[in-house]
């Protein structure tokens, strides 16, 4: 990355912070006249947990280790619950009135250094997370095409690390097979099949555990559709999950789900601010800046 492209991607995420900052305020305003009455559930997304060369990641798929050991300490510190999504999905359909400060951890893809800079931390601390797979990538020599932050380092998760990770109390999802955008291939049924069914079939061999949790690669609108959400329904899964900023609140549509993404520009500061919703307006036409 040139250093004129790098200032002016620096001025842009410049810019978007400082609107959000305003958001955050208005919010702040807004909350403390009109109260949390219509608060809802946020999921957190992240990637690869790795030191990056920032110019490198232009996509910002990835958060240094000791960044999110801070955003976890920063959760627990302000008494946020950690739950499964199980439980996301039981207070979305209405069978779980779970009140407080109410948060959910996933992780997309599956690279190799979620076994020990994330999983490691939230295992010390008794906490637990989702990590959606893609299939095809798991305990190979494949590097993740569109991740070029770290590619010394950016090998995907083996089966035993994986196998580690769900006897510590992680949820394993599925992410397809090949993360291909699903949008782009809804019309063809047995690609749907393909990457929806046979890949929960096939991380439910390894696992010998049920997969009910899928997460749409890309992630914006236009990546699933009444289609594929027909598919994920048909395949037996219980949510899916879009990178599309927000929050997730009672009677909403369970295979569209929100999450909030987590990158390496996100100080705690901002962290507060994300998941406060100050960024949420981002994704109101699309979220095209996320690829993966």
């Known amino acids: 990355m040139s250093n004129l492209y790098w200032y002016k991607y620096l001025a842009k995420l410049y810019l978007r912070d400082l609107l959000s900052f305003f958001v955050f305020i208005f919010l702040i305003i807004k909350r403390s006249i009109l109260g949390d009455k219509d608060k809802g559930i946020r999921v957190l997304v992240y990637h690869s947990i790795n030191e990056v ?9 990835t958060v240094t280790p000791e960044l999110f050991r801070r955003q976890v300490e920063y959760l627990i510190s302000r008494g946020y619950s950690i739950v499964s999504l199980d439980t996301i999905v ?10 407080g400060k109410i948060i959910a951890l996933t ?4 690279f190799g250094d979620n076994f020990n800079n994330s999983y490691n931390i939230l295992k010390s601390r008794g906490l637990s997370a989702t990590y959606f797979l893609t299939y095809d990538y798991i305990d190979s020599d494949k590097i993740f095409p569109w991740y070029t932050g770290n590619t010394s380092d950016a090998k995907p998760l083996t089966w035993k690390d994986v196998l580690n990770m769900a ?3 992680m949820t394993i999802g599925s992410h397809t097979l090949s993360h291909i955008n699903l949008g782009s291939v809804s ?20 696992t010998k555990s049920p997969v009910n949790h899928f997460a749409y690669p890309v992630g914006c609108r236009g990546a699933y559709d009444k289609k594929t959400e027909e598919m994920i329904r ?12 927000g929050e997730n609140k009672k009677g909403d549509n369970i295979f569209e789900l929100k999450r909030t993404r987590i990158d390496w520009n996100d100080t705690l500061f901002k962290f507060r601010m994300k998941i406060k919703g100050a960024y949420d307006w ?11």
């Open 53 to 61: 060369d920032k110019r490198k990641d232009a996509i910002r798929i």
């Open 90 to 99: 039981e207070y979305i359909s209405g069978d779980n009135n779970i009140e």
């Open 107 to 110: 992780f997309d893809d599956g």
């Open 167 to 169: 006897s510590g109390g």
């Open 187 to 206: 019309d063809d049924e047995e690609m749907l099949n393909k990457e929806i069914k046979i890949s929960k079939d096939r991380i439910e061999e390894k």
């Open 234 to 245: 048909k395949s037996g899964y219980k949510s899916a999950y879009t990178n599309i900023f």
């Open 282 to 292: 981002v994704d109101l036409k699309s979220c095209l800046e996320t690829k993966i």
